[in-house]
């Protein structure tokens, strides 16, 4: 077991991703209390079971996020803990032909969204004097460029910084900030990443997968417990001097 997870509250937004569902579950075998929010957690019903509640919330809305939190108050006391991990895949295309309303959508989720948990979830750390801690979900895409996903990259890259920004905020109040930044990992999200990749490079959607696939050191994608086992220990006790750090795990694609 983790330490300093269990009997604590954590947030997972995205919960119903593949990510964010692994996450949960690992939470909870490490014996958190879990507070499961995404756009539709009706896929979750069956899938958590005890000491977790679901939030349906749109997090791009500043009354979404203030649900989460109140949610966590109203069934465990409080909050400790987030990983905010929601976010979209972008139509691959190139930014001479990238449409603005995908340009509004893929940052409404992936830079709104995590900006305003990140207020929720602070400001309630600070009005009861909490320390806590809060990990976002970037990716690898967020530490550099590639062809045909700026847009994608560029809403990584934001919450790169938003998050670096405010680790140097809120340090003090003992509030931990960090990032993870996955390479391919074998989701939902991936298919759709492969399907519209691949139609940009004249590639099927398989041929796609296997040639990303290839290109990683480790000649495969990672599952999403992988990430939620990284995810689970960043925000445990056994990591307390990480802070303002960014976590890759991307099978080698960084090194």
């Known amino acids: 077991m983790l330490k300093g997870l269990a009997g ?86 190139p930014v001479a032909r990238f449409a603005e309303a995908e340009y509004e959508r893929v940052f409404d989720v992936n830079v709104r969204g995590v900006f305003l948990c990140a207020q929720a979830v602070v400001s309630h750390l600070l009005d009861h004097a909490k320390p806590g801690g809060i990990l976002c979900m970037a990716s690898i895409a967020g530490l550099q460029g ?37 390479g391919v990992v074998d989701t939902r999200m991936m298919r759709s990443l492969e399907a519209s990749m691949g139609e940009a490079a004249g590639m099927d959607a398989q041929a796609m997968k296997s040639a990303m696939a290839a290109a990683n050191p480790l000649g495969r994608y990672a599952s999403a417990d992988e990430i939620a086992a990284l995810a689970a220990w960043i925000l445990s006790d056994e990591a307390p001097y990480c802070h303002g750090e960014v976590f890759t795990i991307g099978g080698g694609l960084m090194a």
Not at 11 to 32: D, M, P, W, Y
Not at 43 to 64: F, H, I, K, N
Not at 149 to 167: E, P, Q, R, W
């Open 8 to 93: 604590r509250t954590v947030l997972v937004t995205g919960a119903a991703g593949g990510i964010g569902r692994a996450s949960c579950r690992r939470l909870l075998a490490e014996g958190a209390n879990v507070v499961a929010a995404d756009v539709d957690v009706a896929s979750l019903r069956d899938a958590l079971g005890e000491r977790s509640v679901l939030v349906a919330a749109d997090l791009r809305r500043a009354e979404g996020a203030s649900a989460c939190v109140a949610a966590a108050v109203e069934h465990f006391g409080g909050l400790d803990l987030a990983f905010l991990n929601a976010g979209v895949e972008c139509v691959a295309a």
């Open 146 to 182: 590639s062809p045909n996903t700026a847009i994608y990259n560029a809403s990584k890259h934001a919450v790169v910084g938003l998050a670096k920004s405010l680790a140097l905020e809120v340090g003090g109040n003992g509030i931990r900030v960090n990032l993870v930044c996955p």
